[in-house]
């Protein structure tokens, strides 16, 4: 178990209100003192992770967060903290004490993991006191149950409930899942251009970074400039080399037409959304409305630079190639009226789960509206799709 990697296991995270009873259910999962418990409230400061095998869940990592109601400046931090560990969750358990009235923050949780579409079991704690009048019906029938922390093993009918959602749980793929193997070496370019954050890489970056370490493979990582002459000194081939979108043209000409290429942006299709509508929604762009409208996307704000690739390279690069009339708009929540755009183009989503990312794109296909990825769309314009796909064959097949 401990050498499972934590991107291949389900993801359980423990959420509630300060001392509710998530560190004593953690200990019940777990059937020791795993973590700290106490009844002064705030006693999981930082979010604790361990890993157990659960049954038909298989491996899972199972995380203790900090009250959802903690309070002050740093009380403030951890509740941010726990609200990104619930947005990468494959199944929270939300625990709530049975004996309490129902809290606002208790509220916000149910309506955000409703709103998210998150699987998700609430965990009633205290069975061995009356139940609050408050907490009677706060949770739809089958989808609670009560239990006593006190009582040891008082967990496993929580467990039996768990497993029954096995097959409901979908795991988010990992950056690099079924395209490299153990001992690979793959190539990673990254440009540190004006785009680039100051000190440190993005997010698609490190996660795929990060799942080649778990995946025990060697990564190599460089920037644009520099991957013509030390790809020719390397001595040995790469696996795989990853390029961000925006360097795919050079890329793509700096190394054999017979290396395996894809982007970071690619990956993400696959992590994030569903390629297949990607692809399929590539059709559009070949008889686009000469005045139509293409919405850009994007999931988190950052700081914009002068050639912004959501909002000049990619309308530039669309005028270009597909209509020089079309206009543009960008967004960072979704349309009230989605009907009102011909296309959506979307980035590549790292800072939303799959599940969040699906929800979105499901309004658009119910109403017939093709939606791209920056990656994707980058790979077409620059010619390169066909390669790009190349270490994907049903995508590549789909493309065909
Ligand atoms: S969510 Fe989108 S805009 Fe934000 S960093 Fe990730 S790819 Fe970029």
Known sequence: MSQTALAESTRIVLTGVRNAGKSSLMNNLFEKDSAIVSDTPGTTTDPVTRKIELGKLGPCA????????????????????????????????????????????????LEALEEGKQPWIGVVTFGDKALHGEKEGFFPTGKFLVLNNEEKHSARPLINMMEKRAEQLSREITPVEGLVKEQDLVL???????????????MPQVETIRDLLDRDCAALILKERELFSFYNNLGIKPSLVITDSQAFHKVAADIPEDQPLTSFSLLFARKKGNPAYFIESLKAL??????GRVLVMESCSHHR?????????????????????????????MPENPEEWDMIIHCAACMITQKAMLAKLDVFREKGIP?????????????????????FPELAELYE
């Open 62 to 109: 199972v995380t203790d967060t900090a009250g959802f109601d903690d309070v002050g400046e740093l009380g403030e931090q951890r509740v941010s903290k726990t609200r990104e560990r619930l947005k990468s969750a494959d199944l929270v358990l939300f625990v709530t004490p049975g004996d309490r009235p129902v809290l606002s923050e208790e509220k916000e949780i």
């Open 188 to 202: 990673l370019v990254t440009p540190i251009d004006l785009a680039a954050p100051a000190g440190r890489l993005i």
């Open 286 to 291: 070949n008889n686009f409305p000469e005045k």
């Open 305 to 333: 630079q002068a050639d912004d690739l959501g909002t000049v390279k990619i309308p530039r690069l669309f005028r270009q190639l597909v209509g020089a009339q079309v206009e543009f708009g960008h967004s960072r929540k």
């Open 371 to 391: 939606v791209l990825n920056y990656g994707l769309f980058l790979a077409w314009a620059n010619g390169l799709l066909p390669r790009a796909l190349e270490p």
